[in-house]
C-alpha cells in the first residue's frame, strides 16, 4: 500500500461554530460544506487548502469518539487521512504485515470507503485513516 497524498486531516472541536469563527477569521478559509455524520456521531465544517481538506469536526452526542477523545486529550488534531489506490487492497496488505487493525473492512461515507488502519499507539499517537474514491456530499 502506498499513500498518494494527504486527503484530509480532521481537528475535534467542543463547539463547531466558534471554531468556524477562529479558523475563517484568522486564516481567511472559506467554508466548502457542512454535513453531518450520523454513523461517525460528527459534525463537520470541511474546507480545501489546495487539494487538502481540513475538517473541524464536533460530537453529536457525548459518547462518540471525538467527544471521548476531546474528554481524554482536550480539543486539537484528531485524525489524517491519506488516499490510496484501494482501501481494501490496503486493509489485505496491512494484515499481512502483521499490523493491528481497527477496521478490517472497508466502512462508505459519501462516495468513498475508508478505514481506521491501527490504533494511534502504533502511529505516533495519531489516529490514521485511509480513503478511496471520490468524496460526494449527495451520497
Keep these: 500500500m502506498k499513500a498518494k497524498e494527504?486527503?484530509?486531516?480532521?481537528?475535534?472541536?467542543?463547539?463547531?461554530?466558534?471554531?468556524?469563527?477562529i479558523y475563517e477569521d484568522t486564516f481567511g478559509l472559506e467554508l466548502a460544506l457542512e454535513y453531518i455524520a450520523d454513523q461517525e456521531k460528527i459534525k463537520v465544517a470541511r474546507y480545501y487548502?489546495?487539494?487538502?481538506?481540513?475538517?473541524?469536526?464536533?460530537?453529536?452526542?457525548?459518547?462518540?469518539?471525538?467527544?471521548?477523545f476531546i474528554e481524554k486529550k482536550g480539543e486539537?488534531?484528531?485524525?489524517?487521512?491519506?488516499?490510496?489506490?484501494?482501501?481494501?487492497?490496503?486493509?489485505?496488505?496491512?494484515?499481512?504485515?502483521?499490523?493491528?487493525?481497527?477496521?478490517?473492512?472497508?466502512?462508505r461515507l459519501m462516495g468513498n470507503r475508508y478505514a481506521f488502519i491501527m490504533p494511534p499507539a502504533d502511529t505516533c499517537g495519531v489516529l490514521t485513516e485511509i480513503i478511496d474514491?471520490?468524496?460526494?456530499?449527495?451520497?
Design 6 to 21: 494527504i486527503d484530509h486531516i480532521c481537528i475535534a472541536v467542543k463547539d463547531l461554530a466558534s471554531a468556524r469563527r
Design 49 to 68: 487548502l489546495g487539494t487538502v481538506a481540513l475538517e473541524l469536526m464536533e460530537s453529536t452526542t457525548p459518547d462518540g469518539d471525538v467527544a471521548r
Design 133 to 139: 474514491g471520490e468524496f460526494d456530499p449527495a451520497k
Design 76 to 107: 486539537g488534531v484528531f485524525l489524517i487521512s491519506y488516499r490510496v489506490d484501494d482501501v481494501a487492497a490496503g486493509l489485505d496488505e496491512l494484515k499481512q504485515k502483521g499490523a493491528r487493525l481497527i477496521d478490517d473492512q472497508p466502512r
